[in-house]
């Protein structure tokens, strides 16, 4: 008997070959009908035999292309038509808008193999792509996903391209980027004025002004990189000159598996990521002979790799050289550069030479940074590959009303949410200037359009003071929420594993106001999606010069010392009391002791920076989070034993004491005790001071589960040393891997936390 279903797909399903997969399929079983793109997803119809249609479907979902993503499948009988053909008609726009979009992705090896072969129409062609392959999320405007809604819309294609993009039996059947040398965008070499520089093939002349040691601006996929011959150490101290970035670690890139393995080291899990199809970079232990620049990262024992994952990348790394420099295109703290105006005059103070092109980045993305921590890979910064792929929240919080959450200071994203999706954006960046501003302001209004969702409550920091809380106050048609910044944390924790609570959250960080009116980051808390009670935390100490002690990790130093032993911190005999400035440490001291521009803090992040001082490993920093990174890598990993400590109360808080810590750290370093074995010291301190009072306040609670999150724990010892002893101690732990551990994942749990909130009130 003769049957009509109609079926609606939603997840991934647009710009991935879905169309032309249900057209084949539905071929195959000689079903009529039709596929079509709508604003929420694919919708298909089928007329056949009653007992093809189940079978029909079932194998829509198991057999769907690569870079598809199904969340749901439903059909329906609806009344037979007599129709005797299937097609795919045109996309159709609707009301309100929820399909999801592909992130933009690697090259596919199908695609590499023509590009290789000289008799290939699209030979070294460098915009090589199809449906399972390049560019999706950067260029899009807006949805249904049609090359009239891309930044492709200028390039009319040419009739042997659209005889493909018309062809369902085509790997480009609507493949929106598809083109080739004929009707294309175009490479184009450019010295540091911005003129042509002729050469027979723009891709061979910069390969040879990289191997001449020259500076190379790369428009990528989601904007420009820096590059240089990663082996050239005055070229890569150069690059570091004039881009003001002095010391923070460079990303590379190298050309296969094979280099990546003669330059670091990696195991199964890793090989797996750097190859993966969102190509991000892996951060992988460096090989001692490994032949590049010290200057790559130095103090530091990591690489940050990544393989090519764009046509030109791969044209770009057939050059001579093990590994290029892959850095940002931008000056340091401002977002990449994506327009090719704006590159010559920002990048043309830094690059000799432009490889640039003429398709337009609509929506500038960063690379993803990624480390495996206990053979998990785990988000360090989730932008171009992973974006805008949304994070599906508990059924339970399905009816959650939307919201438009604008995360943090510090690697800001922002947050939409829809149902039970979580779409978070790319990395925005530190909020500290107009230019990351602009882009902030830029992303939102993107999202908004292309998902076409209407917030009904705007969420942000408790910090009046960041650019993103001002946002959110300066837009008078949504009411705002606050969100205590650690209690986003754990509440983000809790949303990526689908868990509502209640848990004992532990949040350790930098930086983050509390609810006191203090600055927050070592904090244990008793939590769920709604709500906190804040159950311990470390000492307050004195944060000397505010923003500048963050900066300065001797003054924070100097702050526990004082603590600790007063005026007879000078007599101490140890190389950090030698090396400090007297009269700048003495004015210092004033500051804390009148309690002038003198916050207090609860940090995590700064009792790091006070012991890698104490250390004489980082004084200064150049980039956020370096003491702590120093401190991390010289560790002795062999090491044994850790340091005394107490607790206090506060009212009603748990308070871990750290004087006792600091006086046995210096009698250490008195004793001529290494800086590797006071490192580990430390680590195996802290994780147990944390663990114990999470036990503590278990067993007064009952509460046998634990989340984790805050910059911090992107420190692997600390993540595993956490885990291991509150799983051996009973607990079940929870902590980050599709979102970042870092401020990267404030917006989130913002977002969750203010729809509970809102919810809560309209219940």
Not at 34 to 48: F, R
Not at 194 to 204: A, H, L, T, Y
Not at 306 to 325: C, D, I, N, Q, S
Request: proline share 6%; aromatic share 6%; net charge neutral.
């Amino acid at each position: 008997m003769t049957k009509r279903a109609k079926g609606a797909v939603r997840g991934i399903v647009q710009g991935v070959g879905f169309r032309p997969f249900v057209y084949q399929l539905a071929r195959r079983y000689h079903l009529a009908g039709y596929v079509s793109n709508t604003a929420q997803g694919v919708d298909v119809e089928v007329e056949g035999p009653e007992s093809d249609l189940p079978r029909f479907f079932d194998d829509v979902r198991s057999e769907s292309p690569p870079l598809a993503h199904i969340r749901s499948l439903e059909w329906e009988e609806i009344p037979v038509l007599n129709e005797t053909g299937f097609v795919i008609r045109m996309s159709r726009g609707g009301a309100e808008r929820s399909a999801l979009i592909s992130p933009d992705v690697c090259t596919c090896p199908d695609c590499l193999a023509e590009m290789r072969d000289p008799s290939d129409r699209r030979y070294r062609y460098p915009f090589i792509n199809c449906t399972n392959c390049g560019p999706r999320y950067t260029i899009i405007m807006d949805i249904p996903y049609d090359r009239a809604a891309t930044s492709m819309k200028k390039f009319e294609m040419c009739p042997a391209c659209r005889k493909e993009y018309d062809d369902p039996d085509s790997r480009r059947f609507h493949a929106q980027p598809n083109a080739c040398w004929d009707c294309g965008p175009k490479v184009t070499l450019r010295n540091g004025a911005g003129e042509p520089v002729v050469c027979p093939d723009p891709v061979s002349g910069a390969i040879s002004l990289l191997t001449e040691g020259g500076i190379l601006a790369v428009k990528g996929l989601g904007g420009y990189h820096l590059a240089v011959d990663a082996a050239d150490h005055k070229a890569v101290i150069r690059l570091r000159r004039r881009k003001h970035r002095e010391e923070k670690p460079l990303a590379l890139m190298v050309k296969d598996l094979e280099t990546a393995r003669e330059i670091a080291r990696l195991n199964e899990t890793e090989a797996r990521l750097l190859a993966s199809r969102e190509r991000p970079i892996v951060l992988l232990g460096k090989r001692r002979f490994h032949g590049l620049s010290p200057q790559i990262s130095p103090r530091n024992t990591d690489f940050g790799l990544m393989l090519p994952y764009t046509p030109l990348h791969y044209l770009l790394m057939e050059g001579p050289y093990k590994a290029l420099v892959m850095t940002s295109g931008n000056m340091t703290e401002e977002p990449v550069t994506i327009d090719n105006g704006a590159a010559l005059e920002v990048l043309g103070r830094i690059a000799d030479y432009f490889l640039t092109h003429d398709r337009d980045i609509y929506l500038r993305s960063d690379d993803s940074v990624l480390r495996v921590t206990d053979g998990v890979p785990r988000q360090i910064r989730r932008s171009r590959g992973y974006v805008p792929v949304p994070i599906f929240l508990s059924e339970a919080l399905t009816d959650l009303p939307s919201v438009l959450a604008v995360g943090g200071e510090l690697k800001n994203t922002v947050c939409l949410t829809k149902e039970n999706r979580a779409f978070m954006s790319q990395h925005v960046g530190d909020m500290e200037n107009l230019e990351t501003l602009s882009f902030f302001e830029q992303t939102i209004a993107h999202l908004r359009r292309i998902l076409e969702i209407r917030p009904r409550v705007l969420a942000h920091d408790l910090h009046p003071d960041y650019l993103s809380s001002k946002y959110a106050k300066s837009q008078k048609e949504l009411p705002t929420q606050a969100v205590q910044h650690h209690h986003a944390h754990i509440v983000s924790c809790l949303a990526e594993h689908g868990v509502q609570g209640p848990v004992l959250g532990v949040a350790l960080d930098g930086t983050g106001l509390g609810t006191d009116g203090h600055i927050w980051g070592g904090e244990v808390m008793l939590a769920d999606l709604a709500s906190f009670e804040r159950k311990a935390h470390l000492d307050y100490a004195p944060l000397p010069g505010g923003d500048a002690a963050a900066r300065h990790p001797w003054r924070m130093a100097l702050a526990y010392l004082d603590r600790a032993y007063g005026d007879a911190l000078f007599d101490l005999d140890i190389p950090f009391v030698e090396r400090i400035d007297d009269q700048e440490a003495r004015m210092v001291l004033q500051m804390i002791r009148k309690g002038v521009n003198t916050p207090l803090v609860s940090s995590c992040g700064r009792l790091f920076d006070a012991v890698s001082a104490l250390l004489c490993l980082r004084h200064r920093i150049a980039y956020e989070g370096q003491a702590a990174i120093e401190l991390d890598m010289r560790q002795n990993r062999k090491a044994t034993g850790r340091y005394p400590w107490r607790t206090g109360r506060d009212e009603g808080c748990l308070v871990l004491l750290t004087d006792d810590v600091v006086r046995a750290i210096v009698d250490d370093i008195s004793k001529g005790v290494s800086a590797g074995i006071i490192s580990r010291r430390f680590h195996r301190t802290l994780i147990h001071m944390m663990s114990e009072v999470v036990c503590r306040i278990g067993e007064e609670t009952g509460i046998r589960a634990a989340a984790l999150s805050g910059g911090s724990f992107q420190n692997a010892t600390l993540l595993k040393g956490m885990t291991r002893t509150l799983t051996e101690k009973g607990f079940t732990v929870y902590s980050h891997a599709r979102v970042p551990p870092n401020d990267g994942c404030i917006a989130l749990g913002q977002a969750v936390c203010a729809g509970m909130s809102v919810r809560g009130i309209e219940h």
